[in-house]
């Protein structure tokens, strides 16, 4: 059974707001790169998985790692170290990453989970697109 993360939980909005404010104009560009470095990595990690390489696994878990935390997605950057250093340990006992199976699991749900709220927070806008032309609905007053 797949658990669903509370989505308050996914961001830490203090930082998520420190890197928009230092990245300025570049923000809404830069997580664009998050999303499609991010999705290369998921990929990745899960192939190396089938896989059963360790090694594959290192690189894609670090740079997820790092790019989730420069946007505050700390419990995605957590999963992600959580893999890497599986991995690293693996690689370095010459075993398999059987012991990363769980994690590999959840974490292509909640990379979607936490980039959804990452973008809907970026470009607000853009959910509010689908009304444009509409009369909007005026309930009550006037």
Not at 24 to 33: D, K, P, Q, S, T
């Amino acid at each position: 059974m797949a658990v669903t993360p509370d989505q308050g939980s996914l961001v830490n909005w203090d930082s998520f707001s420190q890197a928009r404010a230092e990245l300025g104009a570049n923000f809404v560009r830069i997580l664009g790169y998050f999303r499609e470095d991010g999705i290369r990595s998921v990929t990745q990690i899960e192939e190396a998985m089938r896989a059963q390489s360790a090694t594959a696994m290192v690189i894609p878990a670090h740079t997820l790692k790092g790019e989730a935390y420069q946007f505050g997605a700390e419990p995605l950057a957590d999963l992600a170290e959580e893999i890497e250093v599986t991995a690293r340990t693996c690689v370095e006992r010459h075993e398999t990453p059987s012991d990363a199976l769980e994690h590999v699991v959840r974490l292509r749900p909640l990379f979607e989970a936490t980039l959804a709220l990452l973008e809907r927070e970026a470009t607000p806008l853009v959910e509010r697109r689908a009304a444009f032309g509409r009369r909007p609905t005026v309930t009550g007053g006037c």
